[in-house]
Structures are given as C-alpha cells and as structure tokens.
C-alpha cells in the first residue's frame, strides 16, 4: 500500500521563526498539496503543486507561505515568520489520475504548535 | 464556487444503533468526486470513500453505506450497528477536476460519538 510520509509530526516553534515541513509524496503521483486544520475546524486547502510550480493557492496561502520540490521525492512547505495563528495540522497530500479515477492518498500530517 | 455542507455538528448514539450522516454539496460542474474521511482522535485522516459524479449506484462495505443522490446533491453516509471506534469527526470532501489538479473542499465536520 503506497503512502505520503511527513516530518516531523509535530513541530513546536517560536512566534516569529522559520519553520520548513517536509512531505515525500507516493512516487509515481504528480500532483502535490497542502492542507491545513485548525485545531477544532475543517480541513482547508493551501496550495497545489505540478510540474514543478504552483498550480493554485488559496487566500490563506500568503507570502508568507512558500512550497518547494527540492528533489525528486520530497515537497516542502516554508513559513517564513510563524504567527500564533499558524498553529495547525498540516496535511500533504498527494495525487494521480488513472483511467479517469482519481488516487488521492493524504499524509499523516504535522502538528504545528506556535508558542 | 464548491461547497460542502455537514450540517450536523456532533451526533451522539448508543452502541448498535444506525446513524446517518448527512452531506450536501454544491458545484457548478458535471464532473466532480465526492469523498468520505475519517479522522480518529489521532488526528489523520482515514479515506473510506470516493464517488465520481456519473456513479450513482449507492454503495455498501461491511457495516458502511453510502447514498448518492444527484437530484438532491447530497451524499449521505450510514454507518449500521455503530460501534464504540467509530467514535471520529467524519468528513465529507468535494473535488472539481480542474486545471490545478484536484483539491478537496472539505466540509466542516461532524462529530460522532458512540457510547456504550
């Protein structure tokens, strides 16, 4: 059974800092994303990946926000200055389409904890 | 724009009773998936299933049946002879083939809660 993998699960940071999650999305899938859950609320997308660019965000996905495939298996998600309100999971996903169906798999997510 | 509506909050059952979870959508496209996920209090979140929109047959796995009505685009999820661990916030996700892959929108969730 293929799976997305992410680290770390959880991650505790200070306000203000960088902090990068790091996804590694099912090998053979070409389209990569990020969603996030405040705690308590639904699961919202941020942003979607395809060749090696981004082909959607939401409003939420800010500049503060940046995504990266830095090698052929992983596919990151840079905060650049966490604000409290950041504090979420954060979920990768990752996606193919095969005689018309869709295969999407989601990771196990990373716990953002903003201090 | 999609939307996802789970208009029940939290819904409490006695182990073995049927409970229906209720899922209505809204999408301005003939092709689109619609999905259900649970997530445990372990927080990931577990795929149970995906319909595409020509599919209307209503599907049964063991004690889990979906109902898809296009009529009233709702997409209703029956879990029979509840159990204690299926104690979870169940999701149910739309996704519009667009040029940008496809992204879920997701609905807001509804608690379930099995008691002994």
């Known amino acids: 059974e293929p799976e997305v993998t992410q680290t770390p699960s959880h991650q505790v940071t200070q306000m203000g800092q960088e902090v990068i999650l790091r996804c590694v999305p099912i090998s053979n899938h070409l389209y990569f994303y990020w969603y996030r859950q405040i705690l308590g609320q639904k699961v919202e997308f941020l942003v979607s990946f395809y060749n090696n660019e981004i082909s959607e965000k939401s409003e939420i996905f800010d500049d503060q926000f940046s995504v990266e495939r830095p090698d052929g298996s992983n596919f990151t998600l840079k905060i650049r200055s966490t604000k409290l309100e950041d504090s979420a999971m954060y979920f990768c996903?990752?996606?193919?389409?095969?005689?018309?169906?869709?295969?999407?798999?989601f990771g196990p997510g990373t716990r953002l904890t903003v201090t | 724009a999609q939307k996802v509506t789970q208009a029940q909050t939290e819904i409490s059952v006695v182990e073995k009773e049927d409970v229906t979870l209720d899922c209505v959508y809204e999408?301005?496209?003939?092709?689109?998936?619609l999905f259900w996920y649970k997530q445990p209090p372990s927080g990931e979140l577990v795929f149970l299933i995906r319909r595409n929109s020509f599919d209307e047959q209503n599907e049964i796995s063991g004690r889990y049946s979906w109902n898809f009505q296009k009529s009233t685009s709702s997409f209703n999820f029956t879990i029979t002879a509840s159990q204690v661990v299926d104690s979870a916030v169940y999701f149910c996700a739309l996704s519009e083939s667009t040029g940008g892959g496809n992204k879920l929108t997701f609905g807001t969730g509804t608690q379930l809660k099995v008691e002994l």
């Open positions: 996903a990752s996606s193919v389409v095969r005689q018309g169906v869709i295969e999407q798999y």
């Open positions: 999408t301005r496209d003939t092709t689109y998936y």
